[in-house]
């Protein structure tokens, strides 16, 4: 079956560094996406992974292990805008390369 | 560039009336996608076409909700009639499938109340 699993909720303080951590069992893998939500908005592309690694971009690196079904998104110097929901998405190519997103984690970021 | 609009952005209806929403990707895409998100169930995928053409509708809930892309510019979901479990925000998104990566890009969303 097809299951991404992320924290349902964290809590991290202005200026520090924050994981969010998602595993993911799909019958394909064509790549890995992260979303930022804010509250009453849509989703916006993060960042995307399909080899195994990590990839900067800024502030928000994200890391990818195909062999153990397992992402995680790091943000570094948090800011108070940084509270948003963050969603984990896998393309799965078998059925014809849909996008499966997890249910998100509320990240609440506190001065 | 506009982005993905939707139309419209909130509607609240009654219970067994018909709702109708509408999308225009953005220019170029060949892929758009219909997403339903709810607090209990998150973003859920119902419908995506792929060059206008339907290519997995499996996560239509039922009958009552069908979709359409008659060209590269526009996509209406319609729920006729509709329930107050169909109360959820409804965003639409295209990609241009290019290689392996592809970046959905989502429109506002409409939210939808059905009393």
């Known amino acids: 079956g097809q299951n991404i699993d992320q924290p349902t909720e964290m809590t991290a303080t202005e200026g520090a560094i924050v994981q969010i951590n998602c595993t993911y069992q799909t019958s394909g893998f064509n790549g890995l996406f992260w979303y930022q939500q804010h509250a009453g908005e849509a989703p916006t592309f993060l960042s995307y992974?399909?080899?195994?690694g990590l990839e900067e971009k800024g502030r928000f690196s994200s890391f990818l292990s195909r062999s153990k079904g397992y992402s995680y998104l790091l943000l570094k110097e948090l800011q108070m805008k940084d509270s948003a929901s963050y969603l984990c998405?896998?393309?799965?190519?078998?059925?014809?390369?849909?996008?499966?997103f997890g249910a998100g984690t509320r990240l609440f970021v506190k001065a | 560039d506009a982005g993905v609009i939707q139309s419209p952005r909130h509607e609240v209806t009654e219970m067994g009336q018909e709702v109708t929403l509408r999308c225009k990707p953005i220019?170029?895409?060949?892929?758009l996608f219909w997403y339903r998100q709810t607090m209990m169930r998150g973003l859920e995928l119902l419908i995506y076409f792929n060059n206008n053409v339907p290519i997995d509708d499996s996560g239509m809930p039922e009958d009552r909700f069908s979709a359409k892309m008659p060209n590269a510019s526009f996509s209406t979901l319609k729920i006729q009639p509709s329930e107050p479990r169909d109360s959820a925000v409804y965003f639409c998104a295209s990609s241009l499938v290019a290689g392996a990566q592809e970046t959905q890009y989502f429109g506002p969303g409409t939210r939808l109340l059905v009393l």
């Open positions: 998405a896998v393309r799965d190519p078998t059925g014809g390369f849909k996008t499966i």
């Open positions: 992974n399909v080899l195994d």
């Open positions: 220019s170029g895409h060949n892929s």
